[in-house]
């Protein structure tokens, strides 16, 4: 069984960053940044008001955003790629990426469903009628089974990016790297959990705030809404790009692929 070491993953993912940073963040730009200033000026999709162009770039932007995820994890594996290989195989595994992602959602609704049964039953959470916001035991149950799933298949995302394009692959290949290392992913992932809502935090209450006060509301097509998405999407990007490169740091050591050499010998575009 090979071993893990999460912080020898932070101090490659460090070295990568360092060093192929204007390239990683081109791929960023690209398929992060850019995506997302558009949804911002366009509006993003809620209520009923949301018209079929906001939804369209909505689902644009989420694709785009894995494409990337896998292309960021193909440079940071190695063996050396351009950065358009990288996109290349982001695209061509993102389907892929999604049906696997798909039979883990699957998997947890249905045990998440039996679960908060039991617990309905013996009167440890109260399940909400519809329409009414979940209590937060409730929400933490969620959010833990999330946690607690993600702990072993969040390396589907290297391994699209490194090996395989079949979904049932993916996950079986996932669960073979992870047994033995169950409780250092669930950290990893757990810190990339709270690194995720202090990114939320910050671009909602920071960010949104700001802007506010100087550009007025940010509606669809305004300076407000442009800026929001501009700085949204680049702190989004730099927490993709740190995440997405460790992640593939951890896959490299779990696979047993410690000669790879990351690295992008030029962009390739």
Not at 46 to 64: E, H, K, N, P, Q
């Amino acid at each position: 069984m090979s071993s893990l070491s999460i912080s020898a993953a932070w101090e490659q993912a460090k070295d990568i960053v360092a060093r192929e940073g204007r390239l990683l963040a081109a791929v960023a730009l690209a398929l992060i940044v850019f995506p997302q200033v558009v949804l911002a000026v366009v509006g993003v999709p809620i209520g009923s008001d949301a018209t079929m162009l906001s939804r369209l770039i909505y689902i644009a932007v989420v694709i785009l955003g894995f494409v990337a995820q896998i292309a960021l994890n193909r440079l940071a594996i190695g063996p050396s790629v351009t950065v358009a290989d990288a996109i290349i195989v982001g695209f061509s595994r993102v389907v892929s990426l999604f049906a696997a992602i798909i039979a883990v959602f699957i998997g947890l609704m249905v045990v998440a469903v039996l679960l908060m049964t039991v617990m309905g039953a013996a009167k440890l959470i109260t399940i909400p009628a519809a329409g009414q916001t979940p209590p937060p035991p409730l929400i933490a149950v969620l959010v833990l089974l999330t946690a607690l799933a993600f702990a072993i298949f969040q390396l589907i995302f290297p391994l699209a990016a490194a090996e395989t394009a079949n979904p049932l692959r993916l996950l079986s290949r996932s669960w073979q790297l992870a047994r033995g290392h169950y409780l250092r992913l669930l950290a990893f992932i757990l810190i990339v959990f709270m690194g995720l809502g202090a990114v939320v935090l910050l671009i909602q209450l920071g960010v949104g705030s700001v802007v506010l006060l100087l550009l007025g509301p940010a509606n669809a097509g305004s300076l407000s809404a442009l800026v929001i998405g501009l700085v949204a999407g680049t702190i989004q990007a730099c927490f993709t790009i740190v995440t997405a490169v460790m992640l593939a740091r951890i896959y490299v050591q779990l696979a047993g692929r410690g000669g790879a050499q990351a690295g992008v010998p030029n962009s390739g575009i």
